[in-house]
């Protein structure tokens, strides 16, 4: 299963990065949206991360155009046509069945599909589409294109061969990966989802400020406190990452989801994408 060609669905955060990390690679991307601005904003991302590399001398200016020059902006999804395909949209379990569907349909049954999901069962996921031995989970952390972790995942029907070709995709873009089974929230975000869970109930509680929380976690050798990271993944992928653990464990209370995260999520305050979060920006 050699991969050469690659297209990512959807151009937010994680999607522009996964895309510029392929192409990077010397891989073929083709990265959607259905929306044009936000793939004209995942463009100009892309742009200013290889500028970036490039001032810190980390790419020459050759290769950043080489890189933009294997980036197709699709806006039709008919034309995701391609030897992996990588899902990175919303996470909801319908949208994700619904969309797999469409790409098993004009793809060969060769194809790779792939989700980018940090919580949904990849078995789920894998029911209702044809060919379920091609599904697997690749999740990516964000920043991607900094972040050298992996998670690959297997479901209850990947082939072995799928995995195998995963495993040789992700050293040919050289981050590490892990290969874990089909659980929710894989390894990372079950392990990590505490430190996000926890902090809230430190502030619900008022036994200590969100500044200082923060300031005292980074203090202890986290790069960023738990607030700060929260806005910067997006207040409503994180709130719906932890809904879902919490679903998954049978509403277990180490997984309860914050009522003051669910607050911003409903003002819309989701982070820096926005301007507002638990801080302004």
Partial sequence: MAVQTVAVL??????????????????????YDSNA?????????????????????????????????KIEWASA??????????????EKLEVKQQLFQQLAAIN???????????????????????????????????PAHLMKLVEIISGAETAPEVIEA???VCTRIGKTFV??????????????????????KILEENAASMANIDLLLESTGFKMGPFKLMDTIGNDVNFAVTSSLYEAFH??????????????????????????????Y
């Avoid at 999804?77 to 919303?90: F, Q, Y």
């Avoid at 929710?184 to 079950?190: D, E, K, S, T």
């Fill in 179 to 200: 290969v874990c089974k089909d659980s929710p929230g894989f390894i990372v975000n079950r392990v990590a989802r505490h430190y996000y869970v926890e902090s809230l």
């Fill in 37 to 69: 601005a936000q793939l004209d904003k995942a463009k100009q991302s892309i742009e200013e991360n290889l500028a970036t590399a490039v001032s810190k001398n980390k790419l020459t200016a050759d290769e950043k155009s080489a890189a933009l020059g």
């Fill in 108 to 142: 060969s049954p060769q194809t790779i599909l792939a989700s980018n999901t940090s919580s949904i069962a990849i078995t789920h996921i894998a029911a209702t589409t044809p060919n379920a031995q091609r599904v697997a989970g690749l999740h990516f952390f964000n």
């Fill in 10 to 31: 959807g151009a937010g955060t994680m999607g522009a990065g996964i895309a510029q990390v392929f192409a990077q690679s010397g891989f073929s991307v083709k990265l």
């Fill in 166 to 168: 995963l495993k040789e």
């Fill in 251 to 280: 509403q277990e209370a180490k997984f309860r989801p914050s009522r003051i995260q669910q607050q911003k999520v409903n003002a819309g305050h989701l982070g820096k994408k926005t301007g507002k979060g638990f801080y302004d």
């Fill in 77 to 90: 999804i008919e034309s995701l046509t391609a030897d992996l395909v990588i899902e990175a949209v919303v």
